[in-house]
């Protein structure tokens, strides 16, 4: 049955195609068991999930600033307080009163029968999906060709799909209120017969559906506390077995007896069976609607922290990856980049999936990112210096200024690099004292990186004696040069042996090159072998080394009137 609009705003229905019985089948059992309190209390649940309560007297400050809205006793002036209103009445077999929630002409017994009816369609077919009612006067809105129309949930049927619709009408005094269409409430007959699925309460015993625990049921109670326990344990016998099948197979395709064995099912893939198994009990059995709505709320918190749970351990699978490989180049720094970036991923997973689970109940979010924002403006404000010590940090790792082992000179720090953190660098020093750097000053300090030059600078100054000869100086000069020529440590276009002067006291000459070595201790072998070299040129050449005159200062003994003379500089080497 469906309905169309008239000019003056009411649903006129429409007669169906098929045939209709004239009379109803008698009230069965399983209506007067979803009609229980604990249907009151998961209502409640379900209010307390909205940051606007159905109840009526208690107005929203949004409310406050628009004109005061009637409200009325039974909840009827939202969507969502409409359904509710009638589940609770209609649950507690007091169908005069939600007979109140119909817009039918239909009065007394006849009036009640059909809320008995639609309430049996609506607890046994309608979809789960109360929390997602709009909870505004004017309702959502969702088409805006019929703004006072607001559809509730879709149920198959022989004839097709029927729309369940609710339509706010006009009560002059009471104000508007939403109420159950007329088109919506001609096709509940004809739904009523075609109830046929089979109800849990015909399958356990009935010991289990009658008796209770202060307003639950007490299977609904051992379902929760027993049997998804249970379930979830019989997730972690079989993921034991099939973990330990698939690790013997990969120890004989592999020939690696020392391999564990592999986690087939971890625990967000048994919390997903879990929902599958919830999922597939409510498709092949007919419970309650808030019973239906508690189950289906329960599965899809569980989805969704089964999700974030398993994008962390794939996104710790992916850090692992990756820090082997790091490690294989070397890049021992990016580690602790690493980590961070992991660790920030594994929180915006769990604040989208805080985000999804809060649009799920029907709240705006918009509210906590603004919050979020505010919040992190405090937060970078209270902690700049850390934040100054975290980028220094991330840049001195990712420009690989600085590598764990190198020698480094910062400052009045030098010493051997320990570890590149985030927030600072440790420094071993040559007194075997660990200095700790903040990064930021390393990133605005000048930083002197010794393990990273390229070659190494032989530099060397000879003070020769005066009386060297022109020839003995020729010889020398060219046996150096052949001698730094040959050694192939040198660098062939950067060496150079000069005769600089002819000094006072004696003849200097510069030595000039660069040397290829692996680090400091392997040039400083091959210095030594240069020197060495040398002293035997020198000795061979009869060449001495020139020794610097020392001027010394003596007082002079006091005359016999009492001067004191001038001090004579006497000479050690005249």
């Not at 909840?75 to 307080?81: E, I, L, V």
């Not at 209120?177 to 015993?205: A, C, H, M």
């Not at 040397?515 to 091959?526: C, E, K, N, S, T």
Request: aromatic share 6%; with cysteine; hydrophobic share 45%.
């Amino acid at each position: 049955m469906t309905g169309q609009l008239s000019s003056s705003g009411s649903i006129k229905s429409m007669p169906t195609t098929g045939t209709m019985m004239r009379k109803s089948m008698p009230r069965t059992n399983f209506v007067r068991t979803g009609c229980s309190l604990c249907a009151c209390l998961l209502l409640l649940g379900i209010l307390c999930c909205d940051s606007a309560p159905a109840q009526p007297g208690i107005p929203s400050p949004a409310q406050n600033a628009k004109p005061e809205v009637p409200q009325d006793t039974l909840g009827r002036t939202t969507p969502r307080g409409a359904v509710l209103g009638f589940l609770s009445a209609a649950g507690k077999n007091d169908n005069e009163t939600a007979a109140r929630y119909l817009n039918t002409r239909l009065k007394g017994e006849p009036a009640a029968e059909l809320a008995r009816q639609l309430f049996v369609v609506l607890n046994r077919r309608l979809p789960a999906n109360l929390n997602q009612l709009s909870n505004r006067p004017e309702g959502s809105q969702a088409d805006p060709l019929h703004p006072n129309l607001e559809l509730i949930g879709t149920i198959p049927s022989s004839e097709g799909n029927v729309e369940i619709l609710l339509e706010r009408l006009d009560r002059k005094e009471a104000g508007s209120l939403w109420l159950f269409s007329r088109g919506t409430l001609d096709s509940i007959p004809g739904l009523y017969k075609e109830i046929n699925t089979q109800s849990v309460e015909k399958i356990l015993p009935e010991f289990l559906t009658k008796r209770k625990v202060g307003p639950i049921p007490l299977f609904q109670l051992l379902a929760i506390f027993v049997g998804m326990p249970s379930l979830y344990l019989l997730t972690g016998l079989l993921n034991r077995v099939l973990s330990h099948i698939v690790g013997l197979l990969r120890r004989r395709l592999r020939k690696k007896p020392d391999l564990p064995d592999p986690d087939v099912l971890p625990r967000p893939i048994r919390l997903l069976v879990l929902v599958f198994v919830i999922r597939w009990t409510l498709s092949h059995f007919s419970f309650p609607l808030l019973q239906r709505q508690f189950w289906s709320i329960a599965a899809t918190v569980i989805t969704i922290a089964a999700i974030v749970w398993l994008f962390i351990i794939l996104n710790g699978w992916v850090e692992q990856l990756i820090h082997h490989r790091l490690m294989r180049h070397r890049y021992t720094g990016a580690s602790a980049i690493l980590r961070l970036g992991r660790r920030m991923v594994d929180i915006l997973a769990i604040f989208v999936g805080v985000l999804t689970g809060l649009y799920y109940f029907g709240l705006n979010p918009t509210a906590a990112l603004a919050g979020l924002g505010v919040g992190g403006i405090a937060v970078a404000l209270a902690a700049q210096k850390t934040l100054e010590n975290l980028i220094g940090g991330t840049s001195i790792i990712l420009d690989r200024v600085v590598r764990v082992g190198d020698m480094v000179k910062i400052g009045d720090a030098f010493g051997a690099v320990e570890d590149v953190g985030l927030r600072s660098t440790r420094i071993r020093t040559l007194d075997r004292t660990v200095v700790s750097v903040p990064n930021g000053q390393i990133a605005n300090a000048s930083l002197e990186n010794i393990t990273m030059r390229d070659k190494f600078w032989f530099h060397q100054n000879l003070n020769l004696h005066k009386e060297t000869t022109g020839s003995q100086m020729r010889s020398f000069v060219e046996g150096v040069t052949n001698l730094l020529a040959q050694n192939p440590a040198v660098e062939r276009d950067s060496f150079r042996v000069s005769f600089l002067c002819l000094g006072t006291f004696s003849l200097d000459v510069e030595l000039f090159a660069y040397v290829f070595a692996r680090g400091w201790p392997h040039f400083l072998q091959i210095q030594e072998e240069l020197l060495l070299q040398i002293m035997e040129l020198l000795q061979s050449a009869g060449i001495q080394m020139a020794v610097q005159p020392h001027a010394v200062s003596l007082p002079a003994p006091t005359t016999s009137d009492g001067d004191r003379p001038q001090a004579l500089a006497t000479n050690p080497n005249p």
